[in-house]
C-alpha cells in the first residue's frame, strides 16, 4: 500500500512537470499582452487628424505622444485592402466606417465562419461569429476578421494537426475573468497550435487577426516592433 502511494506521487510529480514543461514551451513560441478594461483605455486605430491611415506602429505611437498620450501596447487588428482600408467591419467611437462582410470568397477571413472582436460602450469585450453580430447602437470599437480560432470552447474544424501550414499569426480572446489577451507567434505556427494556446489560456472564443505582417509592441517585456504597414490597429494608452 505504502508502494502504491508512492508510485502514485511520483506519477503526479511526473505528470505536473511535464505539463509545466509543455506550457513553458508554448509561452516561449508567443508574445501576448493582457488588457483589462476596467481599468485601462483599449482602443482601434485607423486614421490620423489628416484623414490619413497610420499604417505603422511608430507613426501611431508618434501622433499620440503629440496628444499627451503613452502607447504601453499596440498590434495590428485584422486584415485590410490594398489602400489601408479595413476588409470587413470597422466602427469607430460608435461610427461605423466600414460595413460588415457578410460575402464569400477566398483566403483566411473568409474561412467560415469568421468574426468580429467588438468593445461595447460599457467597456465589455465580446468576440462573436459574424453572423451573430448585432449592433444595437451600444458598440464603441468592432474590427471584423477571420477565421474564427475558438467557438465556445472548441477549435475551428478546418484546423488539422500537424499542419504543415506555419506563419506567423496574431489573434485576440478573451479570458474567463473577462481580460482580453492579444497573441502574436514569435514563429511560424499552424492554426490547430495557434488555437491550442488560446484554449490553454481559458479562453472560450478567439479570433484571428492576420498573419505574417503581424507586428506586436509591448514595451513593458522588452519586446518593440514599430514597423508595419497596416489598417487597423489596436492600442492601449496611458
Known amino acids: 500500500m505504502k508502494r502504491s502511494r508512492i508510485l502514485a506521487g511520483i506519477s ?4 505536473t512537470i511535464s505539463f509545466a514543461a509543455n506550457a513553458q514551451t508554448a509561452g516561449s513560441r508567443f508574445i501576448t499582452y493582457t488588457a483589462d478594461l476596467k481599468k485601462q483605455q483599449l482602443q482601434l486605430y485607423w486614421k490620423d487628424d489628416q484623414h490619413k491611415p497610420f499604417g505603422s506602429i511608430q507613426r501611431l505611437k508618434t501622433w499620440l505622444e503629440t496628444h499627451k498620450q503613452r502607447l504601453v501596447f499596440a498590434m495590428n487588428g485584422g486584415m485590410y485592402k490594398p489602400d489601408h482600408s479595413p476588409l470587413g467591419l470597422y466602427i469607430e467611437n460608435s461610427i461605423t466606417l466600414s460595413p460588415l462582410d457578410t460575402a464569400n470568397g477566398n483566403g483566411n477571413f473568409y474561412l467560415q465562419p469568421n468574426g468580429v472582436f467588438y468593445i461595447t460602450t460599457n467597456n465589455i469585450p465580446v468576440i ?10 451600444k458598440v464603441k470599437y468592432a474590427t471584423q476578421s477571420g477565421p474564427m480560432l475558438l467557438m465556445d470552447g472548441q477549435l475551428h474544424a478546418a484546423f488539422k494537426e500537424g499542419s504543415a501550414n506555419l506563419n506567423i499569426r496574431n489573434g485576440v480572446g478573451i479570458l474567463p475573468d473577462g481580460r482580453v489577451i492579444f497573441v502574436m507567434s514569435k514563429e511560424g505556427v499552424n492554426f490547430y497550435d495557434f488555437a491550442g494556446y488560446f484554449k490553454s489560456l481559458g479562453c472560450r472564443n478567439a479570433l484571428y487577426l492576420d498573419g505574417f505582417v503581424s507586428r506586436m509592441y509591448v514595451p513593458e517585456k522588452e519586446w518593440r516592433q514599430l514597423d ?11
Request: charge should be negative; hydrophobic fraction near 50%.
Open 12 to 15: 503526479i510529480l511526473l505528470l
Open 128 to 137: 462573436c461569429k459574424t453572423a451573430d453580430f448585432k449592433n444595437n447602437g
Open 228 to 238: 508595419g504597414d497596416f489598417g487597423v490597429m489596436v492600442g492601449v494608452v496611458e
